[in-house]
C-alpha cells in the first residue's frame, strides 16, 4: 500500500501497542466505525464504498438486518454461545439448511466437518485427511497459490516472502504451473508429464489442492477446460482434489461453489469467509463420505462450535433458495467486466489487462508500484480496494455480492478519478 | 467418553451430516439450548452444573450481563463485524485496556499480535517469530504437550494418536520430559546436560514451549522452581521463552497469567481461549519489543481482528481492576483442593491422586477407563466434567472462575454421587 | 532384466546367502572371473565383450597393465594403504597431478575435497557446502536425475521407486524439467518463470544439480546452450551450480569434464567412477576455493584416503598428457552414432531415437520390455549391455574409452544379431 | 588436535591443493610412507607406534602377508577389480567364509547386503530398510552416537558441529540418553516411560540404533545389561534393533560382534571399517532374514563390489577360526586397562577416568585441551594416538589388535613421557 498517507493521530494506539505485523492499518490510516450494506464510515465521519467486502469474507454485506436481529434476539435469549462441537439447535440448523439448500439441489453429497473457525483450519484439516486417507506424503499446489499461514497451510502457499516467515523448510509439497501460467503450454498436459513418468521426481500426491480463482495470487482465474482435466488426472491417478472455495465460494463467482461451471466434484472442498455470513469466524470442510474417515477428534479446536456464526450462516442462505442473487450477481459481474474494458482502453498508460470473474475480478498493471499507488489514491478518495499479486500489480474488486448498480458505479467513478490523479 | 450412553434421537442429525471427527457430541448427547453463569440447559429442559467452561474459553461464564449489553449495542448501531486488522474502536479500546489493566500493573511490556482467532494460530505465530529472531529451527517442547492441530502447533503436542493425524513426520521439534516426569529426576537438570552437551544430538533451539499447567495431557502443574530452572536456562542459553497459556491463563489458575507466582517473564505469550471473555473465537501473541522483528503481513489471518470478541474481552477486563476476582478464585481453588482430598480419601477404589492448581485441578485414577465412566455418570447426574490425560486417567475440573461456593458444592456433591454409582 | 535365464547353479550361493536387493547378478547370472581391456570372463570360460565398463568406473579399461605394476610395486614395498585423509605419498601425487594434468590446462581452478570413496559421497558434501555457502535450504534438480541412494543424493534423484525406498519424505528439493523434457518449450526459460515470480513456491534455492548426460536417466544429453542458459540463470540470481559428472566425466563424453563444450565453469563439481582409473573406490568434490569454507572435519569418512586408487589415477592421467585419447574417444563416439543410426533405420520393429554423445550413447526403443529382451539376448551372445531410463526403455552403450574399434564392431555384431532375434 | 605443531614444508601440497575440510593432516603434518603390523613410517625416516589402527579400519594391522600375497597374485591374474554387485569368486568366497567361520559358529542368521563401501552407506541401507519393512519414520540414537555424515546417517549422529554442517534440518529422528549419560538414571527406563506413554511426542520408532561402544562419541561403553534392557524394550514395542558395529565390531571389544557378551541378536548389525581386513573400502549391511524385503535394486551404489576388499576379508577370517586371536585380544585388553589405571593414579593432575572395553579404551581428562595437547606431544614423540569425545576430553587407544605386549608397552611408554611433558 502507498507510502504517502498523511499520518492519522488516532492510529498511535495500534503504531504503539500492537505488533509490527500489523498491515492494512497502515495502508487504510483510519479508524473505522460503522458499516452497513457496502458502507463503510470511520470515526472522523468519512464514509468508504467497499471494494474489499472483508477480503472476501462479507459477500452479504455489513450488517445485514435480519442476520442483526436473529443473533441479538440469541443473546437475549442467553443462548448458547461457545459449545466446541457439542450439539446445540444453531449447529444443527446449519447442518440442515447446508444440506437441504446448498448440497442437495446441487446433487452433491459431501460430510461437514467443523475444523476451528479460519480458513487455514480447513486447509489444515483437508491436508491431514488427504494423506490419512491415502497414506501419501506429497501436495500437490499451483504456482502463486495461497491456502494461510498455519505450518501446513503455508507449505501449499506459493508466496516465498510468506513462506520465508516460516523459518523452517516448507516440506511434502510440489507447485505446478497454474492455468496460464507460461504461455503456450497447457499446464495440465505438463503436470501428466510429471505424474506420468516414473523418474520425474514428483511422488505420486496425497492430493492436489487448488483455487479456481486464485484472490491473493493475482485474481487468476482457472478456464473451466482446465479444471476439468486436472480433475480427470485426480482421477486417473487416483489423487484427492481439494478446492479451496476460502474465497471464490460463497457464491463470489456467481455460482455458490466456484467450480459449478466446470462439473466437477472435487473430493474435499474448504469454506471459510462468507460461510459465516456476517463477518463472523467460521469454517467448515466437506469431504466425500467414502474418505471421511477420521476418528473421532483427530482433529480439533476450541472454536470449532461458534454459535453465532451458525445463526448468522443459516440466514445467508436464504440467498439461496432461488436464482434471483445468482442471477443478480453474474449482471453486475457483467458490468464490472465492462467498467474494467473501459478503464483500461482509456487508459493507456496502465498497460492494463483484465483478471477473475464474477464479483472477482481485477486489473493488472503494467507499472511497478501503479497498482498501491492507484488503492492508495482511491482510498483518498474513498473507495476501499486493495492489490493484489506476486508484485502487487493487479487491483481487485471484490465489492459484497449485495451492492446494487448505482455503489459499483459510483465505485468505479472514483477508481476512474484515481487513476487519473495517479497517472 | 462413556460408551453405554442411551441413543439421543436429537443427534441423528449430527451423525447423518456431520464428520466422523466429531467428539463432544458423542459423549455428551445432548442438544444444549441456553446457559446463564455456570448453568447449562439442554433442549429437553435438563440443567448441568458446568465443571467445563468451554475447555477453559467460559472462564466468565456464561452469558455475563454487561457483555451481552454492549454486545446488543453494537450489533444494533451497525458497528464494524469484520475488519482483518483495520483500525477499529474496539480493536483500540482493547489495546488500551489490555495495556493498562493487565501489561502495566504487572510490569510487563510486550507489543501485542493479533495471528487469527485461535490458539493454534497464535501457536504457530510464536513459533514462527522465535524462529525467524534467533535463526534457527529446533523447537524444544514437553511431554504431554498440547498446543493445537495445525501442523506446526501439532509439531510440538505430544500425543501420539494426534500427531499421528498429521499423515507426514513432525519435524524439528524435541520432546524434553515435563516437571516430575521421572520420579526422582530433576527433568530441568536433564534438560540442561542436554543443552550443554555438543555431543546431545539436540541442537540449540529457537525457543522452548511450554504450559505452566498441562490442561490436555493431564493436569500436570509444573512447579514454580521448575519454570524459574527453565527460563533460566533459557537465559543461559540464548533461547527465546514461550510459554503457551491459552488454556492456564486468563486467571485460570488464580493470577491473569499462570505463570506470575514464579516471577518469571516469557519472552512471547500466546492467549486465547478465554481471552475474548464471551467465548467468541479470538486470540493473541504477546511479543516482547525488542523480538518483534515481523515485516508488516509476514503472517496474517481473515478472523484476526473479531470486533464483538474484542468488546467483550474489554468488559472481562473489569474483573481484573482490583484483587477481589483473584482472591476470589484463591479461595473457591483451595476449596476445590480440599474436595479432592476428601473424595480421595473417602473412595480408595478410585487409587487417586491429586492434580494441578488454581481452578485448573482434576483426580488421576488408577484403573482404565474409570475416569471416563465417572465422567458419563455425571453427565447422567447433571454435571459436566470431561477427562484429561494421555490416558483419559484424569478427571478434570474447570468450573467457570465466577462460580459461587455453593455452585462447586452442588457439582462436587453430584460428583460423589457419581464416584459412589461407578466404583 | 530378462526374466528366462536359465538356472546357473553357481548363482546359489548368492540367491542363499546375499540380500534380496542384488540385482546385477540377476540378469547376467554368471560367475565373473578375470578380465582385460574391453573383455571379460567367467568361470565357465565363456567370454564377454563389455559394452557396460562397471556402469562407467572403467573408462580405462580392466586390469591396464601400468597400473597393475604400479599397485603390486607399492603393495610389495609395504606402502601406506589406508590413510584417512593424513599425508601420504600417492595423496599428494594425486592432488600434483590432477592440478597439472587436468586443472590448469583447462585453465581451472578447485579446491580438491576428499569425500568419501563413493559418487553419492561427493554428492552429500557438494549439498552440505552449497547450503552452507548460501545459507539456503532448496536444492533445484531436474527429471530423470541420479546422484545416489543415501539420504541427501536420493532426495535429488528422480526415479520414483529409488525415493520410495527412503522410507521417509524426501525434502528441500524442486524438481525442475530436463532440456527437451517437454515438447516445444524450452525448459530453461520455464525455470526462469519459476525463479523470477515471488509467488511461484519455489523458494531461491542453495544449488542447481545437474548431470549433463543422464546416465541412469535414459541417456539424455544436454544440448550445450541450455547447459549456458541454466549457467547464466545461476549466476544471475546468486545460485551455485553444481555438475554431477561422476558418469559422464572422465573423458566419457570425449572431453574430460563433460561440460567443456559449453565453456561454463561450474561452481562444484563431482567425481567419482572412473576418477580411480582401476575400478577402486575413489571420489573427490571439487569446490571453487571462495566457496570452500568448511570448517576442517565437517565432513569426513574413513575410507577418503584410498591410496591405491590414488596410485591409479596419478596413472590414468597419463591419458589426458596430449589429445590423442581426446580424440580417439570422439572418432569411436562418431562411429558408435552411424551405427545406431544404422540399427534404428534397419530395425523399425524397435521404434528406435537415438540417445546420448560421446560414448555415452544409446537406442531408447518404443516397446515395453523391448529393451531388456535385447540386453538378456546379447548375454547370451557375449556382450554385456544394460538397460536405462525410467521404464528401462533405453538400451545403454558405456564401452570402455580404451576399446579399439574392432571390439566396437563385435560389439554392435553381437546387438545386431540379439536385436534379430529378439524382433 | 595441537596448534604448537613445527610447520613441516611437505604439507604445502595438502595446504595449497586440498580443501579445507582436511583434519588428521592437520594434527599429524607428515607425509606417511610405509607401515607393518603396528608401525607407520613416515618420508623422513620417523617411526611411529600406531595406537589409531586407520580409526579402527585396520583391527588386522599394516600390510599383513597373506593378505599382501593374496591380493598380489589376484591382481597378477588378471582378476575381476570392480563389478557392482555381479557374481565374482572373491564375493562367493567372502559370502560362504563369512557364513561358515563368522555367523554358523555363532548361531546367527543374517542376509548379507553390499550397501556401498563405507560406513555411512551401511548405516543409511540399514534406515530405509526398518522403515520399509515398519511402515514408521521415526528412528530413536542416542547421545554422542556417530553414524556417518551422509544426510540419513548425520541425522542420527549427536555431535552438534557435525550436524550443522547438513545446513537442513535432521528429522525424523529422536536423541535418548546412552547408558550413563545422567547420573543415578538407568536410561533404559527413562527411554520406556516414553515408549510407554502416548502423550510424550515420541511417536513409535521403526528402529532403535546404537553402538555398543560409542567411539567417536567418547569411547562410551554401554553395560550388557543396558543393552539386554534395550534388546527387550526393541521386542516388546516391536522396533527394530539395530547395532552400528562398524568400529566396535571386528573383534574390537574380544568378540567379533561387540554385544556378544550380552547375548542378544539386533535385527540389523553395520559393519565396515575392518571388515576389509587390509584398510580397503568395504561395508556390509546384515539383515534377519524375515526383514530382507528389499526389491531388487532398490538401494545401490557404483563400488557395492569391492573385489580386492572381498579378497582380503576372507583372509582376515582366519583369525576366527579359532579363540586364540579373541583370548590375546581380551589378554591385551586387560593390560591395557592396568596401564590406564595406573596413569590415572599416578597422574591425579590429568583428573582421569577410564573409558571402554576390550582394545577400545581411554582415558577421558579433567582439562580442557588437555587430550589434544597429550595426543600432539605423544606424536612428536613417536605415538599416534587421537582425541574422541564431544569437548575432545578423550585419549582414546586404538591399537591394531594384532600389537604385542612390547609395542602395547613402547605405546604406554611413549605416553606417558608425553603426559609428563604437558603437566
Excluded at 271 to 294: C, H, N, R
Excluded at 359 to 378: D, F, P, T
Amino acid at each position: 500500500m502507498g507510502n504517502d498517507i498523511p499520518k492519522n493521530s488516532n492510529m498511535e494506539v495500534f503504531e504503539t501497542l500492537e505488533s509490527e505485523v500489523r498491515s492494512y492499518s497502515r495502508g487504510w490510516p483510519a479508524v473505522f466505525e460503522s458499516a452497513k450494506g457496502y458502507k463503510i464510515r470511520d470515526t472522523e465521519g468519512r464514509e468508504y464504498i467497499d471494494f474489499f467486502a472483508g477480503a472476501g469474507t462479507l459477500n452479504y454485506g455489513h450488517n445485514d438486518d435480519r442476520m442483526q436481529e436473529k443473533l441479538i434476539e440469541y443473546i437475549k435469549n442467553d443462548g448458547i454461545i461457545h459449545s466446541l462441537d457439542m450439539g446445540t439447535n444453531p449447529r444443527k440448523d446449519f447442518l440442515e439448511a447446508f444440506n437441504d439448500i446448498i448440497l442437495k439441489p446441487r446433487n452433491l453429497s459431501y460430510k461437514v466437518m467443523f475444523p476451528g473457525p479460519t480458513g487455514t483450519n480447513s486447509v489444515e484439516s483437508a491436508l491431514k485427511i488427504a494423506r490419512k486417507v491415502t497414506g501419501r506424503d506429497t501436495i500437490i499446489s499451483f504456482t502463486n497459490a495461497f491456502h494461510g499461514m498455519t505450518l501446513g497451510s503455508l507449505s501449499v502457499t506459493g508466496n516465498i516472502f510468506k513462506r520465508r516467515g516460516a523459518g523452517v523448510p516448507l516440506a511434502d509439497t510440489v507447485f505446478m504451473p497454474f492455468d496460464h501460467y507460461i504461455e503456450g503450454v497447457d499446464t495440465a498436459d505438463y503436470m501428466e508429464r510429471y505424474l506420468a513418468d516414473n523418474g520425474s521426481g514428483v511422488d505420486l500426491p496425497a492430493a492436489v489442492i487448488l483455487e479456481t480463482v486464485q484472490g491473493e495470487g493475482g485474481i487468476n482465474a482457472a478456464s473451466m477446460d482446465w479444471l476439468k482435466k486436472i480433475h480427470a488426472l485426480c482421477k486417473k491417478y487416483d489423487i484427492l482434489l481439494i478446492v479451496d472455495d476460502i474465497q471464490a465460494g460463497n457464491g463470489r463467482t456467481g455460482t455458490f461453489f466456484s467450480f459449478e461451471p466446470a462439473g466437477i466434484e472435487p473430493d474435499i472442498i474448504c469454506l471459510s469467509k462468507s460461510i459465516g455470513g456476517f463477518g463472523l469466524p467460521m469454517a467448515v470442510t466437506l469431504i466425500k463420505p467414502e474418505y471421511d474417515q477420521w476418528a473421532p477428534g483427530e482433529h480439533n479446536g476450541t472454536f470449532r462450535g461458534n454459535n453465532m456464526a451458525f445463526i448468522a450462516a443459516v440466514e445467508a442462505f436464504r440467498y439461496w433458495k432461488n436464482s434471483d442473487f445468482e442471477n443478480s450477481v453474474n449482471e453486475k459481474a457483467a458490468y464490472m467486466a465492462k467498467e474494467i474494458e473501459r478503464l483500461i482502453r482509456t487508459y493507456p498508460g496502465l498497460q492494463g489487462s483484465p483478471r477473475g470473474r464474477g464479483l472477482m475480478q481485477g486489473i493488472a498493471v503494467g507499472k511497478e508500484n501503479l497498482a498501491s499507488e492507484i488503492c492508495a489514491e482511491a482510498f483518498r478518495n474513498g473507495l476501499i480496494v486493495e492489490t493484489s499479486g506476486p508484485a502487487d500489480e493487479v487491483v481487485k474488486f471484490l465489492p459484497p455480492l449485495i451492492i446494487d448498480k448505482a455503489g459499483l458505479a459510483e465505485g468505479f467513478e472514483i477508481l476512474e478519478k484515481s487513476i487519473q490523479n495517479v497517472l
